[in-house]
């Protein structure tokens, strides 16, 4: 017993303001000293959507690197764990708590966080760079997600990425969002063996945004509560396709994981006109837990 290193961690819900909603994430605030092979042990044995591990920036303009996990693969980047590891460096005092920018260290390079000062911070994350892959037959993907072609909006299914390719369906409404499921089976139908993982999305424009659900089987989380690296790329989809307003500044949300009964508030800003300037993804965080690992 007197061997096991002690590593201590903590546990937050993720765009929400309310505990055991959200997408719950796990931050080790001091991952020194735990290996590549160890950390993906550890985020497989915690099981949630993305486990992060905080290690010191090698790069003099970040503040902090973080690592991030699924249950099976290293990300490069991804939204949740970057503004749930915002908030935990800020409240362990690794980044000062009166800090208002900083910048993290990923795999897929610097990304700058902003926090928006209340009672309780919203705290915003600038996409990276958004870029536009193939456009997917809409009947192939209705049939991939159980559903019918008119389910379907006209806009033409399509992979939009902002570090982790996704595939944006839009569909009619939120009744239509709720009945969709895609497996490993459905994806399938979409892509072959050889080709990198895929998210895939559904989602329906709402009056304040959007409704949507986000699937990642190959990723090993059939079901995410929330993700923030996809709604950069939604954002950017829904401006495209002209369903969203295009004026500057505007913001809006997207609402995730209802159908899990893990209610999500991602909030989006445009900056600049129709988002010429960078979109932020944005939301608060509540803590839950803190815990040691005995390894």
């Not at 595939?167 to 080709?195: F, H, N």
Request: glycine content about 8%; proline content about 8%.
């Amino acid at each position: 017993m007197n061997n096991l290193s002690h590593h201590r961690y903590v546990t937050v819900d993720v765009f929400t303001e309310r505990p055991l909603e959200g997408n719950p994430l796990a931050v080790f605030p001091d991952a020194s000293g735990i290996s590549d092979i160890t950390m993906q042990k550890i985020a497989r044995e915690l099981n949630l959507s993305e486990t992060v591990f905080v290690h010191p920036a090698t790069r003099p303009d970040c503040a902090v690197s973080i690592r991030i996990f699924t249950p099976t693969m290293e990300l490069s980047f991804a939204g949740h764990p970057t503004i749930g590891a915002s908030f935990v460096v800020l409240e362990e005092k690794i980044v000062p708590k009166s800090t208002e920018q900083f910048v993290l260290e990923e795999k897929v390079g610097p990304v700058p966080i902003r926090v928006e000062p209340g009672v309780r911070p919203l705290i915003w994350l600038t996409s990276p760079p958004i870029t536009y892959g193939k456009l997917y037959d809409a009947g192939l993907c209705a049939k991939a997600l159980g559903l019918n072609l008119s389910d379907l909006l006209e806009a033409s299914p399509q992979v939009v990425s902002a570090g982790n390719p996704t595939l944006i369906v839009a569909v009619r409404d939120k009744a239509q969002v709720d009945r969709a499921w895609l497996d490993t089976s459905g994806l399938v139908l979409l892509k072959s063996k050889d080709e990198p993982p895929l998210l895939v999305m559904v989602f329906a424009p709402t009056g304040n945004g959007a409704y949507t659900r986000v699937f990642g089987p190959e990723y090993g989380v059939p079901e995410d509560p929330a993700t923030g690296s996809a709604t950069g790329p939604l954002a950017a989809f829904m401006l495209q396709n002209r369903l969203v307003s295009s004026a500057a500044e505007t913001r809006f949300i997207s609402e995730q994981g209802v159908k899990m009964g893990r209610r999500s508030i991602v909030h989006v800003q445009l900056n600049g006109e129709k988002g010429v300037n960078g979109i932020s993804v944005g939301g608060y965080v509540s803590p839950v837990a803190e815990a040691t690992m005995r390894l």
